[in-house]
């Protein structure tokens, strides 16, 4: 340890344009308290310099382990991670996060990740131990990084991803396959799927992480959800055929 770094291992033993390593535990061998993190190798600068970045790995929206899940909302083998765009995405609630400077990209989160400036000295990679304003932003920027814009909470979350939701009166799994497509199946207790339709909706932002989302079916049933992505909540509103009106409140994980 060097001034506050430390050596996490040789340039070469990371390649360019995979996956963040976790370097947790190299870390906290020095630093028993550091905070969890990974290392991203990105394209080498325009010079063949390598360029790296380090942020924190634990999410910021529930405190899962961004590169592997915790389990019980989500796990994945491997990082889910596009080097293209260089987000990756917590396998829990599907938070996004910009692996080189730890904004997030796609909510529930809200809080960016930690950043932790990184080094190249003799051929070795070294990494703050703490954050610092001296993060990866200012030697990204110098590479000419392109950093994408923060989305926030303003995109609606639910869009590629499927859901389960227990209303309690009955389980249902929404698949929202595009901006304007739902899929929704009736999944009953033990297991069977029931009555599914693929609808259009239309969704509206409420506010951060709230959005309304709406449609009709083919039977005449209207439907009006209020789907809360930050508690991960859903008051969906039925109007059947019939004119009968029903109203449920359920909560609901994501699902692969
Ligand atoms: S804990 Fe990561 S998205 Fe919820």
New binding site residues.
Partial sequence: MTDGFVSVGKISDFQPNQAPTDITPIVQKVAPTAVPRMLTRFSDAVDGSPLFASVAST?T????PILTGDGV?GSTDKPIYESATHIIT?P????QFDAGVGQVVRG??RIPLLPFATEIRNGEVYVAISASAASPLSLIHRAGYNLRAAFGGTVFPGTGNKYLVDFGAFVVELFFENDGTLTYTGVRRDGSRGQSETVTIETTYLRDFLFMVTWQESDKTSVVHIEDYDQYVIHTNITNPDQSFVKYRGTFNLIR
């Avoid at 929206?61 to 899962?64: D, E, Q």
Wanted: aromatic letters at 8%; charged letters at 10%.
């Fill in positions: 999410c929206h529930r405190g899962c909302w917590c829990c609630h599907n938070s529930p989160a």
